[in-house]
């Protein structure tokens, strides 16, 4: 089957994205990959056959621009610049300039990227879509906090009220995509009922990589929701150079705040001298691209700043992660057996770090508490205290069992095997009403 894929123009979703992509197309599928010009590096290192679109609006070099104005946001604000401004703009091309890519490329079935919004386009087409949570899923039931909130999962009947009331949030953030998504819908004829949150969400199948045991319990999940597990294909990165000779064989701590929302000096700072109090480890510090590392100076003689680095080969061998609470840092480092120690800054960062701990592979500081001590303390808690590393390598042992590419890619297969049938029996209808029209002289 020839499928097509499109993702987020983000490190994080494209990552996953791209994982799925290679493993269908090891099982024989023909995939193509659309994106913007700012996505075919990425595409192309996959050995993925890359489609671009929207040229016009997302001139090479446009997506890094755009996107670094979350790097110094917090909290909701990323969220909310994110859904009013970034996203918005995404959609609008993408609804504009898809439906051409699709007739070109001949694709037959789509893999999109949840936070695209763009199922619009093949629910007009009538295209078999399914739809990949990169990020935290949303639990729209209430059963559990929106994972834009760092709250403890409590079931009692306050923690089930301060759950529903924060799912407003969710109305608030899809408000301009929706509008783009309705006036689609409008001009071409579609009745969809938007009162209803999940209308366009998952016409045959959504997927999650969060594993089912990393999630906090949902009593009942949405018709076609499935939890598979870690999209990590290691083979089809691009490679980051990194002088190995410089590690020196003690403990290493890993740290990253990602690549989006990470241009918070204060919180590299924090770190490095919180690192500083443990001599007997050596530190590997990320930075991204939005900040400069000789403004981080003075840097302690046990770390390594560097502006990029290859994540996973460091994961296997460290003995903590400072992370951001990103899905794919956690899940990375899970897979590794490494716990963790979280500083989430935004997006689905406080549901995440919240399941860290209520798991017990880690703990969390919230942004508004982090300070040298308070960060000294977890690292020397988490580093110290070996139920963490069990718990951790507990993960470790269910994710390598779980395979979340393989069982992604089996609920794929199945659904577009189902859709595809039910859409030739469709067919073969219409041309057998054809012929006996045919025959009777009737019109």
């Known amino acids: ?100 890519t699709i007739a070109e490329t001949g694709v037959k079935a789509l893999v999109l990227d949840s936070v695209y919004f763009v199922e619009i386009v093949p629910i007009h087409l009538r295209v078999p879509y399914v739809l990949i949570w990169s990020m935290l899923h949303f639990d729209l039931s209430g059963a559990t906090p929106l994972c834009f909130y760092g709250w403890a999962h409590e079931t009692t009947p306050e923690a089930m009220a301060r759950n529903v009331e924060g799912l407003q949030m969710f109305g608030e953030l899809r408000g301009p995509m929706l509008a783009i998504a309705q006036t689609y819908a409008d001009r071409h004829e579609l009745e969809i009922d938007w009162s209803d949150p999940a209308a366009t969400s998952c016409e045959l199948a959504a997927i999650t990589q969060t594993p089912k045991e990393f999630d906090f319990p949902i009593p009942e999940l949405p018709p076609g929701f499935h939890y598979a597990g870690p999209l990590q294909d290691n083979e089809g990165r691009e490679p980051i150079p990194f002088s190995w000779e410089k590690l020196n064989g003690k403990p290493l701590i890993y740290a990253s705040m990602g690549t989006l929302v990470n241009g918070l000096e204060n919180v590299y700072r924090t770190i490095l001298e919180a690192v500083s109090e443990f001599p007997g ?22 770390t390594i700043v560097v502006p990029t680095a290859p994540q996973i080969e460091l994961l296997k061998r460290a003995t903590l992660c400072i992370t951001h609470a990103g899905q794919n840092t956690t899940l990375e480092a899970l897979v590794e057996g490494v716990p963790l120690v979280a500083i989430p800054i935004g997006y689905d960062q406080p549901g995440v770090a919240s399941r860290i701990a209520y798991h017990g592979v880690g703990e969390f500081v919230e942004l508004g508490d982090l300070s040298k001590q308070r960060l000294l303390k977890l690292i020397a808690k988490v580093t110290s205290n070996p139920s963490y590393r069990d718990k951790a390598r507990w993960f470790q042992k269910v994710l390598q069992e779980k395979r979340g590419l393989d069982v992604a890619a089996d609920i794929i297969e199945q659904v577009f095997r189902v859709a595809k049938r039910s859409s030739d029996l469709i067919e073969e209808s219409l041309e057998a009403r054809g012929k006996v029209s045919a025959a009777t002289g009737r019109v």
């Open 1 to 100: 089957m020839k499928i097509g894929f499109l993702s987020l123009p983000v490190t994080g979703h494209l990552n996953s994205m791209t994982g799925l992509a290679r493993k269908l197309q090891s099982r024989g599928h023909e995939v193509v990959f659309i994106g913007v010009p700012d996505t075919e590096r990425v595409i192309r290192a996959a050995d993925l056959h890359f489609v671009p679109f929207c040229e016009n609006e997302y001139p090479p070099g446009s997506i890094d621009k755009s996107w670094s104005a979350v790097a110094n946001l917090r909290g909701l604000d990323v969220a909310r610049y994110t859904t009013q401004v970034l996203l918005p703009e995404l959609l609008r091309a993408a609804v504009k300039h898809l439906p051409g």
């Open 281 to 302: 480890m050596q530190v590997v510090l990320s930075v991204g691209r939005n900040v400069d590392p000789n403004d981080l100076e003075p840097i302690p003689p046990n």
